[in-house]
């Protein structure tokens, strides 16, 4: 029998989607440029799956003059163990200096405690009188909500304040403030504001739009299921396709992949036709919630996160990039029909 040998590389797909930067993003955004004067302290949550790729330069650039906390969230989900790659996390470490990081697992108290700890600290340097504010803002769908949450159940004992979902856009506007440490003799209460996800302008590349929708900051009708899933394929044989082999052997062919995953899981239109589009989009829901392996899919190394500084200069936080990405792509989505319609006629 041939050894397994997975691709190297992943077909570079120009035609798909290059931004998901939406009405109530750009609203989000100017409305926090607005509170940036009565803010204390920025929290930035990235996900530690694609703890590069989920970067937003258009944060640096309209909320520039305010302390940063880095906060990288879903660690349970980035790595089989409790903690993140040592290695991985001192490259991230220096690359942020000098805002300080944390890696966060919600369901894990004691990550929890090191934000609400250094917020504590934060609030004795700020020596602010009405109490610390704090602003979480991010990308959609990274954690922010699920954070406040978190936070307000360990630093005051008290349930949820912000709703949750599985797809973005669940929070499309500024959140009331919420205590999450109450005040005492030393130092006054903090708050934490909730925003909604803004997305970035335009994605440099295509496998970054992949990356991002993977893991679920664009809702899943902008990529095509089986063209998703297929990209999860090529990142489960870089990192153990062992992972699915109860439905199948290795294989570079997500075709056949989702016909054993949906014969065996009864995922099946009239006829016992595999239904594609139902089994891509349940194993990739799979993936999300850790029952498919637990890993990074970005590739952390200086070069690739100077190559993101690089992409963030000549972005430069551009919308009207935003409005030429969005044009282009209906070009390109516009073209590929006319090209379909000629090989049907």
Not at 52 to 77: M, W
Request: charged residues 25%.
């Amino acid at each position: 029998m041939a050894c397994f040998v997975p691709r190297q590389f992943f077909p570079n797909l120009n035609s798909l989607p290059r931004s998901y930067f939406l009405g109530h993003h750009r609203a989000g955004l100017n409305k926090m440029k607005t509170m940036l004067s009565s803010v204390d302290l920025i929290i930035e949550c990235r996900d530690c799956r694609v703890p590069i790729t989920s970067c937003n330069p258009l944060f640096e650039e309209h909320l520039a003059g305010r302390q940063r906390l880095i906060v990288y969230t879903k660690q349970d989900l980035a790595t089989p163990g409790k903690a993140f790659d040592p290695k991985k996390k001192r490259i991230l470490e220096r690359w942020h200096n000098p805002s300080s990081v944390l890696f966060s697992d919600y369901q894990d108290q004691k990550s929890v405690r090191k934000i609400l700890e250094f917020a504590r600290g934060w609030a004795i340097t700020a020596d602010n009188l009405v109490g610390l504010r704090m602003m979480v803002v991010g990308m959609p769908n990274v954690g922010k909500s699920t954070l406040l949450n978190a936070l307000r159940q360990v630093g005051v004992h008290k349930g949820k304040a912000a709703h949750t979902g599985a797809q973005p856009g669940i929070t499309k506007k500024i959140g009331t403030t919420v205590k999450i440490i109450e005040a005492d003799v030393e130092k006054e209460a903090i708050y934490l504001i909730d925003t909604p996800g803004v997305f970035i302008p335009y994605v440099p590349n295509p496998e970054s739009m992949l990356k991002l929708a993977l893991c679920g900051s664009v809702k899943d009708t902008i990529i095509a299921p089986v063209t998703l899933t297929d990209y999860l394929l090529f990142q489960l044989n870089i990192n153990q396709p062992s992972l699915y082999e109860q439905y199948m052997h290795p294989t570079n062919d997500i075709m056949a992949l989702l016909d054993a995953i949906a014969r065996k899981t009864g995922r099946l239109q009239k006829g016992g036709i595999a239904d594609f589009d139902a089994t891509a989009l349940w194993l990739i829901q799979r993936w999300r919630n850790g029952h498919l392996g637990k890993f990074v899919l970005d590739n952390i190394t200086n070069d690739n996160l100077d190559l993101n500084r690089r992409e963030a200069q000549d972005l430069d936080g551009s919308l009207n990039q935003a409005r030429r990405s969005q044009r282009e792509s209906r070009r390109l989505r516009s073209k590929q029909r006319q090209t379909d319609n000629k090989y049907l006629e």
